[in-house]
């Protein structure tokens, strides 16, 4: 009984997993000779012959018939936002910073801003650190006995 060892000198894909090279332009005997599975004559039969995308013959591309629109801002801020409903899940008179909003899964990350929406209500007063509220959210926060805490961003 022979035992042998896995070297990677007899390393072998399984097999049917590996297909053989189709090798073009190698002589009538294997299919692939003459025109080298190119077709007969033609801008895409020569050599370093093809057309580029967007090409229609010389006619005007599609994308240059249609106009532009709008513009991208250069100094547009991005914000992640957090609702307060999200927010009134936290126990009562505890601090809610950034970290714990994360800890809680409100946040997928904590390079972006944070702005708080007044969506939902908030029943219960809140310490809450952000960069940016809302002004109704402001006022429900407010109301609810919590204060706000302004980070700079």
């Given at each position: 009984?022979?035992?042998?060892?896995?070297?990677?000198?007899?390393?072998?894909?399984?097999?049917?997993?590996?297909?053989?090279?189709?090798?073009?332009g190698r002589?009538?005997?294997?299919?692939?000779?003459?025109?080298a599975?190119?077709?007969?004559?033609?801008?895409?039969?020569r050599?370093?012959?093809?057309i580029?995308?967007?090409?229609?013959?010389?006619?005007?591309?599609?994308?240059?018939?249609?106009?532009?629109r709008g513009?991208?801002?250069?100094?547009?801020?991005?914000?992640?936002?957090?609702?307060?409903?999200?927010?009134?899940?936290?126990?009562?008179?505890?601090?809610?910073?950034?970290e714990?909003?994360?800890n809680?899964?409100?946040?997928?990350k904590?390079s972006?801003?944070?702005?708080?929406?007044?969506?939902?209500?908030?029943?219960?007063?809140?310490?809450?650190?952000?960069?940016?509220?809302?002004?109704?959210?402001?006022?429900?926060?407010?109301?609810?006995?919590?204060?706000?805490?302004?980070?700079?961003?």
């Amino acid at each position: 009984m022979g035992c042998t060892t896995m070297d990677l000198n007899n390393l072998r894909p399984s097999e049917g997993s590996t297909k053989k090279r189709k090798r073009i332009g190698r002589g009538a005997g294997s299919g692939h000779g003459k025109t080298a599975t190119k077709g007969h004559k033609g801008q895409k039969a020569r050599s370093g012959g093809s057309i580029k995308p967007g090409f229609e013959g010389g006619q005007m591309p599609l994308q240059r018939r249609l106009p532009k629109r709008g513009f991208t801002p250069l100094c547009k801020n991005e914000f992640t936002l957090i609702k307060l409903s999200d927010l009134d899940t936290f126990p009562a008179n505890s601090v809610v910073t950034l970290e714990e909003m994360k800890n809680k899964g409100l946040l997928s990350k904590l390079s972006l801003p944070v702005k708080v929406l007044a969506t939902g209500e908030i029943t219960k007063p809140l310490t809450i650190s952000a960069h940016k509220f809302s002004a109704t959210a402001r006022e429900k926060i407010v109301a609810a006995g919590g204060t706000l805490q302004e980070l700079p961003f």
